[in-house]
Structures are given as structure tokens and as C-alpha cells.
Nanobody, 127 residues
Framework: QLQLVESGGGLVQPGGSLRLSCAASGFTLDNYAIGWFRQAPGKEREGISCIRDNFRAYADSVKGRFTISRDNAKNTVNLQMNSLKPEDTAVYYC??????????????????????WGQGTQVTVSS
């Protein structure tokens, strides 16, 4: 079973940057579509980015500010977050599904399309 662990969250001032990592154990992430989601208090879980082979997708709310990438040597998928805003404050999750799935083929897809989930990492953007 694919196990995912997020890291890199924390407190940052508006306009600052953070880099989140999603690490896998036991499986090669290159065989999976990996998505990043976030959930703020009282809000639904939102898909913000995903990567599958050479395809990448971003939600409009983060396009131009966030960049998703894969590091095959470290078996991680990373999310570089720049120009952070207070409204980016949320718990961030990475999720995976076997890449034959339709998830991350046109858009990030809904959370229900992903099978494996990490425990989440808190990102707080505040002055």
C-alpha cells in the first residue's frame, strides 16, 4: 500500500514562500498520479495541483504562484509555493492513485478520485 508523508509546512508572512514535499515509501511515485489538496477550517477540501507523467495541472487560485515537480532520485513530489497569501492558510495534503486512473488527466480531479492520502501539513500565512 502506498504510504505518503507530507513535510515542509509552517508559518510564513504574506508574500513569502514555502516548499512542501510528499514522500513515498515502498513504491515509486513515478507510477502514480499525485495531487496536492488543501482544506481550510469550515471549507471543503480543494484540489490545487497534480502531476502525472509530464502532465501538470493547477487550480486557478494558485496558478502562476505554485509549481509542482517530481524528484525521482528522492522519490518525492514537491510543491513550491511563492507569493503566499493569507487565504492560502490551510492543511495541505498529498494524495496518490495509480496513474492508469483518469485522475490528473485534464484537471486535478476531485478528492474522491485519489486512493492514498498523507496525514497533512499545516501552512499558515500571517503577519
Amino acid at each position: 500500500q502506498l504510504q505518503l508523508v507530507e513535510s515542509g509546512g509552517g508559518l510564513v508572512q504574506p508574500g513569502g514562500s514555502l516548499r512542501l514535499s510528499c514522500a513515498a515509501s515502498g513504491f515509486t511515485l513515478d507510477n502514480y498520479a499525485i495531487g496536492w489538496f488543501r482544506q481550510a477550517p469550515g471549507k471543503e477540501r480543494e484540489g490545487i495541483s497534480c502531476i502525472r507523467d509530464n502532465f501538470r495541472a493547477y487550480a486557478d487560485s494558485v496558478k502562476g504562484r505554485f509549481t509542482i515537480s517530481r524528484d525521482n532520485a528522492k522519490n518525492t513530489v514537491n510543491l513550491q509555493m511563492n507569493s503566499l497569501k493569507p487565504e492560502d492558510t490551510a492543511v495541505y495534503y498529498c494524495a496518490g492513485v495509480w496513474k492508469a486512473s483518469p485522475a490528473c488527466s485534464i484537471s486535478v480531479a476531485s478528492p474522491g478520485r485519489y486512493e492514498y492520502w498523507g496525514q497533512g501539513t499545516q501552512v499558515t500565512v500571517s503577519s
